[in-house]
């Protein structure tokens, strides 16, 4: 069942469009179910599509369509690192053997005791602060150096 | 009388150089059907909506700068 | 406009903010610095003075903007496709999906003056007889997002928003939607889908957004930096605006700089700034380095190497002349380290994860050319690889449904171009020509 917050969330986004066209509110319902559940399972993505009065196939389709939807259980903290060209001609690629090291994952990966998963990003539009990684799809962390990355996972974990 | 008001509603187009007197509102790839004019389809049907992107259709148009689907694209 | 700035404009050697007026401000993104510094007086002046929509556009026109976005196609033109007094409902949409690799301006102009944007949306809500707006905002920036969401809460609050705006006959309702992670969305029929509901699957054009928009009403969608700027326009007159620049390229534009200079960022310059003035603003190429080569617009325009790029000026005719363009505004600076044959396989598995899979030559395309990249960078490249690549990128140009497809072509065709003697390399010997690679 869709919590009575996540509900009140979504009836806010509704407001912005006509009452004809409830399906609009899609991305945000499953980010907001997204967001308090850790990822969509397949009865998620189904009670969204039914709250806004739309086929389940059509809601599937958003939820495999967009990048920053979780299909498969995520880490507590999902970080999300960008390897395109400008945060790569600025090490990113360092920070990301750093991070598999230190977590002993690889991309798409979740550590033993599922506190952190590791995911591959494409360009975020941040990249005067490269390299750089979210958090949860988040919480954006810039100007990466291994000290720091070491730095917030010890927070994250605390 | 009849076919001379039909003629007059018909639109003459060249495809491959060969002159052609085709209805409007019909495709381009309807119509090299027609003529037997071969143009390789994957994703066309007759009796399907019009998706056009398989891309396998695609012609050169007069004074188009890029090729154009046949399947999408109508005689005018 | 004061003498000295003006004359400044003209040197072409400093930035010239515009759109990025208040990031150096305290508390930049408030209600009060935006009217601090004058803010919202336009929209109230052509409320007040019932200014006609033909005489506004009619300045945008003389200012020579165009759309900043990455097109590049001239906003006064654009916006007079949408007729006033037009019935039904119509649509405001501001494309700040910003995914294009390099870009980040607008989420500067989002957090510093979302207000600018707002009052630059609401004028042309104005001149299109529109009454609905949205600001489609990608996924990847949170904090960003809530701030603008917070800014429209100000702003409605103020009456700047909803129903009789400043207490005139006019409404118009802005919402901000968030995307979720798709750099084709930022395509203006795929980002409507999105806004729709569904895939963001670009459509067919024609029709245009102006005839068959969201929910198939007439929609306007531009880029952030094309509202932004709309404010300024109307204060200062076109022509003030088209004197910064140069020819065919009015006004300013936000570069965004960002690989290997010393101060990465958002710098909004004079367009017809000679491309070294830029990299001396951005600290120069870092470490001491030499420049190897620039790509000006994002991935999806031609990289130019250092020899090309250093005599070029950076505006619309002067980047064409030299073989590329202006496009996002994305300044991606790489210094002789760069290996390109590894650069080049990263660019290409982007447009691979980006493309939406509707038709054949780009689905099917940028996989192909991605596999083929990929296995040069892992030593197995054989000769015939290079023809393969290019005829590959030749068959997706011009052949999809939207410009995606060119646009992963791009980079594939003018780094074979000014590279092919690192490609040819390490087809040969298995190992980059560069000592350090990006991989």
């Known amino acids: 069942m869709l919590t009575k917050i996540t509900i009140q969330k979504i009836d806010k986004e509704l407001k912005k469009f006509p009452d004809d066209q409830k399906q609009s509110a899609i991305i945000a319902a499953l980010q907001i179910i997204q967001t308090e559940n850790g990822f969509l399972t397949n009865d998620l993505i189904a009670m969204a599509a039914d709250y806004l009065d739309m086929p389940k196939i059509a809601a599937m389709e958003v939820a495999t369509f967009y990048n920053m939807f979780e299909l498969k259980p995520a880490g507590k903290y999902k970080i999300s690192i960008c390897t395109n060209i400008s945060c790569a001609l600025r090490d990113a690629d360092d920070i990301v053997c750093h991070l598999k090291k230190k977590l002993k994952i690889d991309f798409n990966e979740v550590t033993k005791d599922k506190k952190f998963s590791l995911k591959e990003s494409e360009c975020m539009g941040a990249c005067g602060g490269a390299p750089l990684m979210t958090v949860n799809n988040q919480k954006m962390y810039e100007y990466l150096t291994p000290q720091k990355v070491d730095q917030i996972l010890e927070e994250l974990d605390s | 009388m009849v076919k001379v008001w039909w003629l007059k509603l018909m639109i003459k187009i060249k495809i491959n150089g060969k002159d052609l007197e085709v209805k409007p509102k019909t495709s381009i790839i309807e119509v090299a059907d027609q003529v037997g004019i071969d143009i390789p389809r994957f994703c066309y049907h007759k009796k399907l909506s019009v998706a056009a992107n398989c891309r396998m259709c695609l012609v050169e148009v007069k004074n188009f700068a890029k090729p154009l689907p046949a399947c999408a694209t109508q005689v005018m | ?439």
């Not at chain 3, 022509?239 to 534009?253: L, M, R």
């Not at chain 3, 892992?378 to 290079?386: L, S, V």
């Open chain 3, 1 to 439: 406009m004061e003498k000295g700035r003006q004359n400044k404009a003209f040197e072409k050697k400093e930035t010239f903010p515009i759109c990025l007026r208040t990031s150096h401000l305290d508390d930049s993104a408030s209600l009060k610095t935006y009217l601090d510094i004058g803010g919202y007086q336009q929209i109230q002046r052509i409320l007040r003075e019932k200014i006609s929509p033909e005489k506004l556009i009619e300045e945008i026109k003389i200012s020579g903007l165009r759309g900043r976005g990455g097109a590049g196609f001239p906003t006064g033109i654009k916006w007079s496709f949408i007729q006033n007094d037009s019935p039904g409902t119509k649509y405001i949409v501001c494309n700040s999906d910003e995914g294009e690799p390099g870009t980040f301006k607008d989420r500067e102009i989002i957090k510093n003056n979302p207000h600018q944007i707002i009052e630059g949306m609401t004028i042309a809500a104005y001149i299109m007889g529109a009454q609905v707006g949205y600001n489609y905002i990608h996924g990847e920036i949170w904090e960003e997002y809530e701030s603008f969401e917070n800014a429209l809460a100000e702003a409605k609050k103020a009456n700047f928003l909803g129903k009789s705006i400043c207490g005139f006959n006019f409404d118009f309702e802005l919402f901000a939607f968030h995307g979720y992670g798709a750099y084709i969305c930022g395509e203006e029929t795929a980002l409507i889908e999105s806004i729709e509901g569904k895939k963001g699957q670009p459509r067919f054009k024609p029709p245009f957004p102006a005839t068959y928009g969201i929910y198939g009403r007439p929609t306007n969608v531009n880029n952030t930096e094309t509202y932004a700027s709309i404010p300024w326009i109307i204060q200062n007159g076109g022509e003030s605006f088209a004197n910064i620049g140069v020819e065919n390229s009015g006004g300013t534009k936000i570069f965004s700089v960002s690989g290997h200079v010393e101060n990465p960022g958002n710098y909004e310059i004079p367009l017809g700034m000679p491309f070294n003035e830029l990299l001396k603003l951005a600290g120069g190429v870092w470490k001491g380095r030499t420049l190897k080569a620039v790509i000006p617009g994002g991935p999806s325009t031609p990289v130019l190497p250092a020899s090309e790029i250093m005599k070029t000026t950076l505006d619309y005719d002067g980047l064409k002349n030299a073989g590329s363009s202006v496009g996002a505004g994305s300044l991606i600076v790489m210094d002789d380290t760069t290996c390109m044959v590894s650069t080049l396989k990263r660019l290409s598995y982007f447009f691979y994860e980006e493309s939406c899979g509707q038709c054949t030559p780009c689905r099917e395309g940028t996989g192909w050319v991605y596999r083929v990249i990929k296995r040069i960078v892992e030593g197995k490249g054989k000769p015939e690889d290079m023809e393969l690549l290019q005829d590959v990128s030749q068959k997706i140009s011009g052949r999809t449904i939207c410009a995606l497809g060119d646009a992963a072509a791009v980079p594939v065709l003018s780094f074979i171009k000014y590279f092919k003697s690192e490609f040819e390399y390490f087809i040969k010997n298995g190992k980059s020509m560069v000592a350090k690679t990006h991989d």
